[in-house]
């Protein structure tokens, strides 16, 4: 069976063309999702894999139910065209740290497990983020300095005035983060696209809602015996309030990791993108872990 690959993009093409160029294997189809916002979308090539891109695209925005709702666009599209053994949700400034033939085998190996990346969450981020009505995140990080503004001092008040009055939501029920990016099986996305609707209503009015909703569903499932938590999934590393984008002086801390994937990476060193690339086809090309020299290019 193949495997599907589901990626959200909304910006770094020349990351995602190259990212794109690093999965295109006959093994694999893939889907994309580009933001609503986007005004025209890129021309991508593919040689060896099937390519689809959702028509009925999102406006997503950060920490926002939007984006579960374009990771549902990404499930349904692949779950109705076809079956696959895995499913992998990447963002669009995604690459591989391994060849296809690598994350092929490690995934014949485990058995039609949930693959989730652990993502730890105290009882304060959990109390504020899931059991609290989070109004005004639409416009969180809207670019409009004044928009943005108004929006962060309004959804204070907000969740100050619900812990005046001790309002909290879904109280009764046990909720588990992990991060959004994620590799599921055929009944894993299956036991997701029947709850879809659900899933909706409970998380729209949570914050980053994206980190919660699959760990919790699956572990509140039929499933949950199937759930495997890989800090080997993603190399990445959050700075303050967003990813930390990789660069070449990172090259050999990315390989070093022996992480399937590593987020996030952008056109302002693609040199990084080039080795990291480079490796991969070494690796492909005579079965060894090669070592991998980062220098950067002048």
């Given at each position: 069976?193949?495997?599907?690959?589901?990626?959200i993009?909304?910006?770094?093409?020349?990351?995602l063309?190259?990212?794109?160029?690093?999965?295109?294997?006959?093994?694999?189809?893939?889907?994309?999702?580009?933001?609503?916002?986007?005004?025209?979308?890129?021309a991508?090539?593919?040689?060896?894999?099937e390519?689809?891109?959702?028509?009925?695209?999102?406006?997503?925005?950060?920490?926002?139910?939007?984006?579960?709702?374009?990771?549902?666009?990404?499930?349904?599209?692949?779950?109705?065209?076809?079956?696959?053994?895995?499913?992998?949700?990447?963002?669009?400034?995604?690459?591989?740290?391994?060849?296809?033939?690598?994350?092929h085998?490690?995934?014949?190996?485990?058995?039609n497990?949930?693959?989730?990346?652990?993502?730890?969450?105290?009882?304060?981020?959990?109390?504020?983020?899931?059991?609290?009505?989070?109004?005004?995140?639409?416009?969180?990080?809207?670019?409009?300095?004044?928009i943005?503004?108004?929006?962060?001092?309004?959804?204070?008040?907000?969740?100050?005035?619900?812990?005046?009055l001790?309002?909290?939501?879904?109280?009764?029920e046990?909720?588990k983060?992990?991060?959004?990016?994620?590799?599921?099986?055929?009944?894993?996305?299956?036991?997701?696209?029947?709850?879809?609707?659900?899933?909706?209503?409970?998380y729209?009015?949570?914050?980053c809602?994206?980190?919660?909703?699959?760990?919790?569903?699956l572990?509140?499932?039929?499933?949950?015996?199937?759930?495997?938590?890989?800090?080997?999934?993603?190399?990445?590393s959050i700075?303050?309030?967003?990813?930390?984008?990789?660069?070449?002086?990172?090259?050999?801390?990315?390989?070093l990791?022996?992480?399937l994937?590593?987020?996030?990476?952008?056109?302002?060193?693609?040199?990084?993108?080039?080795?990291?690339?480079?490796?991969?086809?070494?690796g492909?090309?005579?079965?060894?872990?090669?070592?991998?020299?980062?220098?950067?290019?002048?």
């Amino acid at each position: 069976m193949k495997h599907a690959y589901l990626i959200i993009a909304h910006n770094e093409f020349e990351v995602l063309k190259k990212l794109l160029q690093a999965i295109d294997d006959p093994r694999n189809d893939i889907f994309i999702h580009f933001d609503k916002k986007v005004k025209q979308i890129p021309a991508v090539e593919i040689q060896h894999s099937e390519l689809f891109i959702i028509e009925n695209r999102i406006d997503v925005r950060w920490g926002h139910v939007s984006q579960i709702e374009a990771e549902y666009a990404l499930f349904g599209a692949a779950y109705r065209e076809g079956h696959y053994r895995y499913y992998h949700l990447i963002s669009g400034t995604h690459l591989p740290l391994q060849s296809q033939d690598k994350i092929h085998d490690f995934y014949n190996n485990q058995n039609n497990q949930q693959v989730l990346m652990p993502l730890f969450a105290d009882a304060y981020q959990t109390d504020l983020k899931i059991h609290r009505y989070n109004f005004f995140v639409k416009h969180y990080r809207h670019p409009n300095t004044f928009i943005c503004r108004c929006a962060q001092l309004c959804w204070r008040i907000a969740i100050k005035i619900q812990r005046i009055l001790h309002i909290r939501r879904n109280k009764n029920e046990r909720f588990k983060s992990s991060a959004n990016w994620v590799s599921l099986t055929e009944s894993g996305v299956a036991w997701m696209c029947s709850k879809k609707q659900a899933v909706l209503k409970k998380y729209r009015f949570t914050l980053c809602g994206d980190e919660w909703f699959v760990a919790s569903e699956l572990e509140n499932s039929v499933l949950k015996s199937d759930v495997l938590y890989y800090d080997r999934l993603l190399k990445h590393s959050i700075e303050r309030y967003s990813a930390k984008t990789w660069h070449i002086e990172d090259c050999e801390e990315l390989i070093l990791s022996g992480c399937l994937f590593a987020r996030k990476f952008g056109r302002e060193d693609m040199a990084v993108v080039d080795r990291v690339l480079d490796k991969i086809q070494i690796g492909k090309n005579d079965g060894t872990d090669s070592s991998l020299h980062c220098v950067r290019s002048e």
